[in-house]
């Protein structure tokens, strides 16, 4: 297959280490592969500033595939509105609706966090290998304020085929309900894979494997099908 550049967009906390594994992945696979840190910390970055520091690493790639995970799904929209992206994938991510202010997600959704959701080993990282838990909370970076509180700032989904990715175990975004929000918001049925919220660290051969599927134009409810057999 012709190869692709994947542009791996972290969520809140995290860094580009959470996709180490999966860019490891990729590069042998002969891709090319854009996974930067977020300016999470500066109280001054917004949303746009989000992209801005995306788009910036990207440079002059083509072939591009915008991946975003939970957080990230508020900044990978904004990348490919920006650039000429032939996919745009969602995994375990948050979708944002027009001039929705990140802070409100939660209730206009309806998303419950589960009990216990003040462990993070519990919520987000139970399949996860113990030392590669321990690593991504000492990892975890502060993120400010700035980027919940502004308006979500396109009128509308961006001009690039899109497809969800929801993890059956995510304890976060319990499944039955995010098949609700993909569909409503969406307006597609998301494919599955198993793993937890932060798939990309338990099943990095498996996410590849997806990710590369998708960019072939293949994958999907096929490979889900076949992945449950």
Known sequence: MTPSTFVLVHGGGGSAWD????????????????????????????????????????????????????????????????????LLVLVAAMIPAPGERPAEW??????????????????????VPEELAAEMIARERDTADTPMEAPWPLDAWPDATTRFLLPRDDRCFDVDWMRGVVLERLGIVPDEIDGGHCVMLSSPRELADRLEGYAAGEGGRAADAAARA
Request: aromatic share 6%.
């Open 19 to 86: 996709w180490h594994l999966v860019e490891a992945e990729l590069r042998a696979r002969g891709h090319d592969v854009v996974a930067v840190d977020l300016p999470s910390e500066d109280p001054t970055a917004g949303l746009e500033e989000y992209a801005d520091t995306v788009v910036a690493a990207i440079g002059d790639r083509t072939d591009l595939v915008v991946v975003g995970h939970s957080f990230g799904g508020f900044t990978a929209p904004l990348v490919c509105d920006r650039v000429q992206a032939d």
């Open 106 to 127: 939660w209730s206009n959704t309806g998303h419950r966090m589960p009990e216990g959701s003040d462990d993070p080993v519990a919520t987000f990282l139970h399949d």
